[in-house]
Structure formats: C-alpha cells, structure tokens
C-alpha cells in the first residue's frame, strides 16, 4: 500500500513539475514580443554612382520596420526607407553633350520598400545583437538644376538587397534603443542624366527607438 501511495505520489509530483514547466516555458515565449515596432534616423554615405551624382553625406533619412516573430531566434518583417542626397556648388560640370558652368543643384530621393529577415543569436528575441538581409524595390528619383533654369528629372525603380547588422539595448520598460548598419545595393536601371542606366548604393547609419 506503501509502495503504491509512493508511486502515485511520484506521478502526481511528475505531473505537477511538468505542469509548471510547461506554464513557465509559456511564459517565456509569451514574454518575447509577437510584434516590434521601429522607427529611426538615418545617415547615409553615398557610394558608387550615388556618389558620383551626390558626393556629400545625407544627413536627411527615416526609416520605419515593422517585425513579426517567425521562431525562437528569427523575426519576418518589412521595411519602409526614405534617403535625401543635396549638393549645390558652382564651377563647370562636362555631360556627354556638353558642359556647363554655374551655380548646379542636385537632388537624389531614395525610397525603398523591403520585405526583411532577421536571427538573434542572444537568448530573448528582439533583443542584443542581430544580423539581418532586406530584398524588394528601390525608387530613386533624380534632379537637376542650373542657375534659375527650371529642374530636370529622371526616374527609375530598381531591385535592392540590404545586409545589415544591428544591436537593441534596453532603455525603459516597452522601450529599447536600435542601432543599425546596413549596405544597400540596387540593380542597374533608368536612363539618368548623363545618359544611361545607373545603381544607386550606399551605406546607412541608423538610430531608433523599438517600441513592444
């Protein structure tokens, strides 16, 4: 009799345990974020074409992420992405048809739409340091101007992939800081100005807030 009340009282105990466990390892999960929110700053550094076109630094980008929890370490998302490039300077500019001297705006708008991955290798999702990859579409428009003359224009969508490497750091309850690198290349495409297609790459500098 002994012997049974002992062994029902070990089932009951494996069962309780395992009950716990369970609640506990569903806590866990329920405690990593189904949902992260992000929004951040972005300076960009032009490179290739995008610099032969607009050699300054863009201090004019936003970017905003929306992530969805995929599995344990991974999240699926997408990204919206907006970059400014200016310069005005005077002096002569040679085009294959000629070339021009005065006072020269130019103007390169970037916008990206990407469908994003992310893993996270440190124990909580959305947390500590990430590496992530972006594909979807780039639309880069580009403008011109000499003088008071009226601007010109030229326009083209592009495919783009973004590599990127990350942290998020705590910084209140429901609220973390994003720091972000991330290298944007697109194909080539359009018929710029100067003649021909171009690709528009650069490196971002991103800080943000990721809200839970």
Same mark, same amino acid.
């Given at each position: 009799?002994?012997?049974?009340?002992?062994?029902?009282?070990?089932?009951?105990?494996?069962?309780?345990? @395992?009950?716990?466990?369970?609640?506990?390892?569903?806590?866990?999960? *329920?405690?990593?974020?189904?949902?992260?929110?992000?929004?951040?700053?972005?300076?960009?550094?032009?490179? =290739? *074409?995008?610099?032969?076109?607009?050699?300054?630094?863009?201090?004019?980008?936003?970017?905003?992420?929306?992530?969805?929890?995929?599995?344990?370490?991974?999240?699926?998302?997408?990204?919206? =992405?907006?970059?400014?490039?200016?310069?005005?300077?005077?002096?002569?500019?040679?085009f294959s048809s000629g070339a021009v001297t005065g006072q020269q705006s130019r103007e390169l708008l970037l916008g990206t739409v990407m469908g994003i991955g992310r893993y996270y290798p440190g124990p909580t999702l959305g947390r500590g340091p990430y590496f992530g990859l972006g594909a979807g579409g780039q639309?880069?428009?580009?403008?011109?101007?000499?003088?008071?003359?009226?601007?010109?224009?030229?326009?083209?969508?592009?495919?783009? %992939?973004?590599?990127?490497?990350?942290?998020?750091?705590?910084?209140?309850? =429901?609220?973390?800081? %994003?720091?972000?690198?991330?290298?944007?290349?697109?194909?080539?495409?359009?018929?710029?100005?100067? @003649? @021909?297609?171009?690709? !528009?790459? !650069?490196?971002?500098?991103?800080? @943000?807030?990721?809200?839970?």
């Amino acid at each position: 009799m002994n012997k049974k009340r002992l062994a029902l009282s070990a089932a009951f105990a494996a069962v309780i345990t @395992g009950g716990a466990g369970s609640v506990v390892a569903a806590r866990a999960q *329920d405690a990593e974020p189904p949902f992260i929110n992000v929004g951040s700053y972005a300076i960009a550094i032009p490179l =290739g *074409d995008t610099h032969n076109f607009v050699p300054n630094l863009s201090w004019f980008g936003a970017n905003w992420e929306g992530q969805w929890r995929y599995k344990p370490k991974t999240s699926v998302g997408v990204s919206l =992405g907006l970059q400014d490039f200016f310069d005005q300077t005077r002096g002569t500019t040679v085009f294959s048809s000629g070339a021009v001297t005065g006072q020269q705006s130019r103007e390169l708008l970037l916008g990206t739409v990407m469908g994003i991955g992310r893993y996270y290798p440190g124990p909580t999702l959305g947390r500590g340091p990430y590496f992530g990859l972006g594909a979807g579409g780039q639309f880069a428009q580009q403008y011109y101007q000499l003088g008071v003359t009226n601007p010109i224009g030229r326009s083209a969508f592009h495919f783009a %992939v973004a590599p990127e490497v990350g942290v998020i750091t705590p910084v209140m309850e =429901g609220l973390d800081a %994003v720091f972000t690198l991330r290298f944007t290349a697109t194909t080539s495409a359009g018929n710029y100005l100067g @003649g @021909g297609a171009r690709s !528009f790459k !650069f490196i971002t500098l991103g800080f @943000g807030m990721a809200e839970f």
